[in-house]
């Protein structure tokens, strides 16, 4: 090749902002998040890429090693927990990205990176992040109050967003200020077994989904709201 010729076409590259890997997934809209997918450019150079999610790195992760213009996966099908405070209006992705979605949201903040390096000669940008807000859920009444009187409480479980499709919600009852964690043997779910989980689905039609608490002796309790690439939920409670 020309390397008269090559050179140019390096810096319009350059100049397009043109970076050797960039993420694919996550995405907007944002639910829950499993998937994270990074795509190379033709300039990639093999062996440079790195990824971190919330500063832990997780390079090993990713299948099949990145070659250049090629993608490769990371799945994680476990829950988010941690994270940074995020604020009411967080942007899911990033504001300088075209039409940000925007949602009502003060969960915690996440944060996926990616680094890599172009080949000899070539010149291009070498990182690309995306800050994101998986799915939240919340729950009411809350905190939930089970009296003597009625042995049992309706509650409504609701995501903090509309929803693409449908999310199957583990809710699971534990002793508060047990440590490490240990099930409520005392709280039935929608009539389960006492201390056992329940899955609840959330539909994009409904919005909000509805079951019961009672129990079967006193004292305190909190409930778990736990799906594959959504927030941990919870909410406190006591049955007298």
């Not at 250049?68 to 405070?85: I, R, V, Y």
């Not at 994101?132 to 409504?156: H, M, R, Y």
């Amino acid at each position: 090749m020309n390397v008269r010729l090559f050179v140019p076409v390096l810096l319009i590259t350059l100049l397009q902002g043109c970076r050797s890997c960039w993420i694919i997934e996550p995405d907007t809209p944002i639910t829950t998040v499993t998937r994270y997918v990074v795509q190379s450019h033709q300039f990639y150079k093999p062996g440079s890429f790195s990824a971190t999610l919330d500063g832990e790195n997780v390079t090993a992760q990713f299948h099949p090693t990145l070659l250049a213009n090629n993608k490769t996966l990371m799945l994680q099908n476990g829950p988010f927990t941690g994270g940074e405070p995020g604020t009411t209006g967080v942007y899911i992705g990033e504001p300088q990205r075209p039409e940000p979605t925007r949602y009502a949201s003060g969960g915690r903040q996440h944060v996926f990176h990616v680094e890599c390096r172009c080949v000899e000669g070539a010149m291009c940008g070498y990182s690309d992040e995306i800050k994101f807000v998986p799915l939240n859920f919340s729950a009411s009444p809350s905190p939930i109050d089970i009296s003597a009187a009625s042995g049992a409480v309706n509650i409504t479980l609701t995501a903090d967003r509309p929803l693409t499709a449908p999310v199957v919600v583990t809710v699971s009852a534990h002793l508060l200020g047990a440590n490490p964690t240990a099930p409520a043997n005392h709280i039935r779910i929608n009539g389960a077994a006492p201390g056992a989980a329940v899955p609840l689905t959330l539909t994009p039609a409904g919005g909000s989904v509805y079951f019961y608490v009672q129990n079967t002796s006193p004292g305190g309790f909190w409930l778990r709201f736990e799906a594959p690439g959504a927030a941990v939920g919870s909410v406190t409670g006591v049955a007298h």
